[in-house]
């Protein structure tokens, strides 16, 4: 029997006693000798088996890291929106009276359906000196509620025909420290109220809590709550009525004829077009966030997984070639072709186990932790890491693959040799003049230098795959680099370059011109810009979104668009300007023509050009001239609100008069969102960052370490003689470094290009809809990669230069090849 | 008594030998009580055993003896590339006991040249710049042309090491040897892996280098034949030496058969 762990006693195996065995048996556990071969050799090689596995342990540890947040992210949700009742289509309306609710539940395909009020809440909280909004939403009193019920972490619901006591949100709640019992002053529809916090709750539809449409979280300034009906209703002028539809369409039905359906009979009662969950903001976001996962969780593994599998194809043969006499003894002992070259998979399966073990330690320890971030974001009753153990046998599987097909080639060519040829010492290497010296510039180099350059092309394969494993390793570091850079430049070109207001104002409805110039009599207020927001369906062929079209002036110097070099574009006086990122979804390009569902008033639909496209980063947006919306909507100047620079003097008197507008609905500080961002999207991008930096350098290092122990163990011999020749350890150290520098240096330029178009393939496999990364590449990423892999290298090279003091002079040169 | 010294002969060249104000000749190594001991698991191996020797200029001296009796360990540690664990050795007014690395290293690269039975050129390089390696670091070295055409291979400079036979390959260990005119040519087996044609050659080549430059040279053979090259022969047995044996006159190389 050859391998694997017999319990018997065959004489031909060496007894390995085991006292614990022994304690329990009465025989001994044997190890078939070419498995402890195994162990002996692996004992020997252990620098470069760490190595490689280190290196391969990376890459499955971002693979099982970024495959099992996939997992809990999906599999949280899924059981969340299922035992929680996520709706399937979404519609509000003007108002619609109760009795309207069993012709909507007898629609064609309608599962459960609810209707609610909800209204907009501006709050007075004590410690922040701007005001904060949210949604006010109603919890039936009457009936059960069948959709969107909610998880209470703390506290209980409002009590029936109670008065003030609301639930509200986690990520809220948390922002500020509420606990049940505590009391906020709010403004509902006008009116000033005390509300009384009786719960904390979360609900599937506010998985992430952020105003429709934010791509990012300020849950210190935007809440959402949950109110009995009744009381609710009157407070919004809503007695006896709806203004919004949530609807569960049965598993088997097409949800398209529903909200078909529901739009028609909801038409006469100003209901705005309903949308499913594809359009709804906090469903999508968390979409967006599972695709950009599963972009990252194919990309870097699939990198690191490669320079593996070189690196352990390289060790490897080079082991093969080493073990030849041994091969040949085995073989002229008896053993198959089969079991010699069983033997030598076992150490690619040895390797492969190691990275396993390790890169699913350190993933599941990564996941654990990336996953507490992503509670930040994402508000689920519980999100825990669920490991995904698949990924583990699939794992193993490619990366035991990959070391397969690195192997196979030296075994075969090994035991296809006959016994005693293999026996015979190998004749010298063939070698040829260099490239360099065929084109007569011999005089120009070195000898040393002549020697790496011919070993270089004797072998060019094991120098190319040395030289790309050296090159990845140079491009991963540039990946990081270019996110913090991409971050970096974001908030200025959002919040520096296109957004020079420091407050937007929206309105509760839209208001007059008169309104708007009340908002520019605030306080404070050195400049204000109108903006008008209509919700409308974008559709162009079989593609649309419903999103807001945002009218601006013409000349607006607040609220600024801008192209992709962040040069201004002014606005056309017809026509609309989309993010290109729209552009990409709707399928269509400057001159074709759109069709917009407006949603809101007499719900025109109307047709309009694309004039061009502007560049942003978050969120989807389609812009107008104001005028040309306005002449669209055929309305006068009506406003949505305003982008605003106020004179920070002014600041506190500024914010104390629109606590008190009863109309503003709502009040965007730029500042705080950058603070929050930082705090939070900062936080995970740091993380992400340091994790692949990390990273990078372990395979870096790794590659070196690797690639110079096998040209050590290749040259030891030339090595040897040039010390017995009377060099010094510098100098033959300088002819072992120089192959490699060489091929350090010609993978630098290949691993910056490499880096790029990684770099490139990851900010475009995280562009969304919610957020986008531009591709921005600085000197200082590039310079810091090269550091990364110069250090690497000189490290590597430090300690396999220690190794040549042991270069056991007398055993080599003894030793035949 | 297992050692014995004897004065060798006068070498059969005209090569200059120093000697001291008396007249008599200075040996270029003396060794006494060499010894050297390798641990092996519990015991321990006395490769060597309290050797006394001298060794002097041109001389051109034939270690014999079975595996294991030493030869390849004392050839080691006068070449620098070993260390004794008791005894003496100096090489002219060089302790090579106490040397250090650098010191060593140094003694390897001015007066020592090594030639091994399996050749060990550099496979990257051609015969001539196998020799250049050499030519490159030493401190009056012949030309790499001048150190082939000794070993009659001018006509092969430019090959690579598998563009050549086993015999030319030992010839360029000796032109690489011999190069940088070492006083000591120490040789471990040089036909050990050549047939005899080829080993004639090769044997010749030395003892042409010999004759030539007056470098001491020691070789080691199991091959009793090749002591009749020598000026003396030094049998070996567990570390000792047995026997010197002083060749009345040596025979040249040609006319040896095995």
Redesign the interface.
């Known amino acids: 029997m050859v391998g694997g762990v017999a319990v018997g006693g065959a004489a031909s195996h060496y007894d390995v006693p085991l006292r614990m065995t022994a304690c329990f048996f009465p025989r001994r556990i044997v190890i078939a000798p070419l498995d402890l071969k195994l162990l002996r050799d692996l004992g020997k090689m252990k620098g470069q088996v760490f190595a490689v596995s280190l290196v391969m342990a990376c890459g499955l540890a971002m693979m099982i890291m970024s495959r099992s947040l996939i997992l809990s992210l999906e599999s949280t949700r899924d059981a969340y929106y299922r035992e929680h009742r996520f709706a399937d289509v979404f519609c509000s309306l003007k108002r619609a009276p109760n009795a309207l609710r069993p012709r909507l539940a007898r629609i064609s395909g309608v599962a459960a359906v609810e209707t609610r009020v909800t209204g907009k809440v501006t709050l007075d909280l004590p410690g922040l000196a701007e005001p904060a909004d949210g949604t006010i939403l109603s919890l039936p009193e009457d009936r059960p509620q069948q959709l969107h019920l909610l998880f209470l972490r703390r506290g209980r619901l409002p009590a029936l025909g109670s008065h003030n006591e609301v639930v509200v949100g986690e990520a809220f709640a948390d922002a500020h420290g509420f606990r049940p019992g505590n009391e906020i002053d709010a403004i509902i529809y006008g009116a000033r109220q005390r509300l009384k916090i009786v719960g904390i709750a979360l609900s599937p539809e506010y998985v992430f809590e952020a105003r429709a449409g934010e791509a990012l979280p300020d849950n210190k300034r935007f809440g959402v709550f949950w109110m009995n009906e009744r009381e609710l209703a009157t407070a919004l002028e809503l007695d006896g009525a709806f203004n919004n539809v949530i609807v569960d369409v049965a598993p088997s039905e097409d949800i398209a004829p529903v909200m078909a359906d529901l739009d028609r009979v909801l038409a006469p009662y100003g209901g705005l077009v309903a949308y499913g969950r594809r359009d709804h903001a906090s469903a999508v976001q968390l979409d967006d966030e599972l695709m950009i996962l599963r972009g990252l969780s194919v990309a870097f593994p699939a990198v690191f997984l490669s320079i593996a599998a070189f690196m352990s194809s390289a060790v490897l043969s080079r082991l093969v070639r080493l073990q030849r006499e041994q091969i040949a003894q085995l073989k002229a002992f008896g053993y198959s072709s089969w079991q010699v070259g069983g033997h030598y998979l076992k150490f690619a399966v040895v390797i492969v186990a190691l990275a396993t073990v390790i890169g699913g330690c350190v993933g599941l320890f990564l996941g654990k932790n990336v996953v507490v971030l992503y509670h930040q974001f994402y508000k689920f009753p519980s999100l825990v890491l669920h490991p995904d153990w698949r990924m583990f046998g699939v794992a193993f599987v490619v990366s035991a693959g990959a070391a397969f097909l690195g192997v196979i080639g030296a075994v075969r060519q090994a035991v296809k040799l006959p016994p005693a040829e293999a026996m015979r010492p190998e004749p010298p290497a063939d070698y040829q003049p260099s490239v360099l010296e065929r084109l007569g510039l011999t005089h120009l180099v070195s000898t040393s230098f002549r020697m790496a350059l011919r070993n270089l092309e004797r072998k060019p394969w094991q120098a190319f795959f040395t030289a790309f494993g050296l090159a990845l390793a140079t491009g991963i570091p540039i990946v990081p680099g270019s996110f913090r850079d991409a971050i970096d430049y974001l908030l200025t070109f959002q919040w520096d370059v296109a957004q020079r207001q420091n407050v937007t104002v929206t309105l509760l409805e839209p208001g007059s011109a008169s309104a708007m110039s009340d908002l520019g009599h605030l306080p404070g207020v050195m400049s204000a810009e109108p903006f008008r927001s209509v919700p409308a369906r974008l559709r162009f062929g079989h593609h649309s979104r419903r999103l807001a079209i945002t009218g601006l002036p013409r000349d607006a110097r607040l609220n600024r668009l801008l192209d992709e070099h962040a040069r201004p574009v002014e606005l056309p006086s017809d026509g609309l300007l989309l993010s290109a990122k729209l552009a990409e979804i709707l399928g269509c390009k400057p001159g074709d023509t759109l069709r917009l569902e407006v949603q809101e008033g007499r719900r025109p639909v109307r047709e309009a050009v694309v004039q061009g496209l502007i560049t942003d980063y978050t969120g989807v947006a389609a812009y107008m001239e104001i005028e040309a919306l306005r002449r669209l909507m055929r309305e006068g100047g009506t406003v949505s609100g305003a982008h605003l620079s106020v004179d920070t003097a002014h600041w506190k008197s500024f914010l104390a008069e629109v606590k008190e507008a009863p109309r503003i609905a709502s009040l965007g500080i730029k500042e705080a969102v950058r603070a929050s961002f930082l705090k939070s999207t900062g936080d995970m991008i740091g993380t992400i960052t340091a994790i692949y930096f990390t990273f990078a350098i372990i395979v870096s290092f790794g590659v070196v370490y690797n690639s110079a122990r096998i040209a050590l163990s290749e040259r030891s011999r030339d090595l040897a003689t040039l010390r017995v020749m009377g060099f010094s350890h510098r100098e033959v150290a300088a002819v072992l470094i120089g192959e490699l520098a060489l091929l350090t240096l010609l993978a630098l330029p290949a691993g910056l290009w490499i880096g790029t178009q990684l770099a490139t393939f990851i900010v475009t496999a995280a562009s969304t809809e919610t957020i986008r990364m531009p591709l921005i590449l600085t000197t200082k990423s590039y310079a810091s990669a090269v550091i990364v892999v110069l250090t690497s290298a000189t490290l590597s090279f430090a300690v396999v230069s220690r190794r040549l003091h042991q270069l056991d002079l007398l055993g080599v040169l003894k030793a035949r090849e | 008594m297992s050692t014995a010294i004897v004065e060798p002969a006068e070498p059969s060249t005209g090569s200059p030998t120093r000697t001291d104000d008396n007249g008599a000749r200075q040996p270029l190594f003396t060794v006494r009580g060499l010894t050297k001991i390798y641990p092996s698991g519990e015991t321990e191996i006395r490769a060597l055993d309290g050797v006394d020797l001298d060794l002097f200029p041109s001389e051109l001296i034939v270690l014999l003896g079975a595996s294991g009796s030493g030869k390849?360990t004392l050839l080691?540690i006068l070449?620098g590339?070993?260390t004794p664990t008791d005894g003496t050795l100096t090489y002219r007014d060089l302790d090579l006991t106490s040397a250090d690395?650098?010191e060593l290293?140094?003694f390897?690269?001015?007066s020592?040249g090594?030639i091994?039975?399996?050749y060990?050129?550099?496979?990257?390089?051609?015969a001539r710049?196998n020799v250049?390696?050499?030519t490159?670091?030493?401190l009056d070295p012949m030309t790499s042309e001048e150190a082939l055409a000794m070993v009659e291979l001018d006509d092969r400079m430019d090959h690579?090491?598998?563009q050549m036979s086993g015999g030319q390959?030992q010839r360029v260990a000796i032109a690489?040897a011999i190069a940088?005119r070492p006083e000591v040519l120490l040789c471990d087996e040089p036909t050990g892996a050549l047939d005899v044609k080829t080993g004639i050659t090769v044997l010749e080549a030395i003892e042409h280098v010999n004759q030539t430059l007056g470098t001491l040279t020691v070789v080691i053979t199991h091959n009793a034949v090749i002591a009749d090259m020598a000026d003396r022969v030094i049998y070996l047995s567990d570390g000792h030496i047995v026997e010197i044996r002083e060749n009345k006159s040596r025979r040249p190389v040609r006319s040896l058969a095995w």
């Open positions: 390849s080691n070449g590339l070993d690395e650098d290293t140094r390897r690269r001015d020592v090594f091994f039975q399996f060990n050129l550099i496979p990257s390089l051609t710049e250049a390696l050499i490159e670091i030493a690579f090491p598998s390959q690489r940088k």
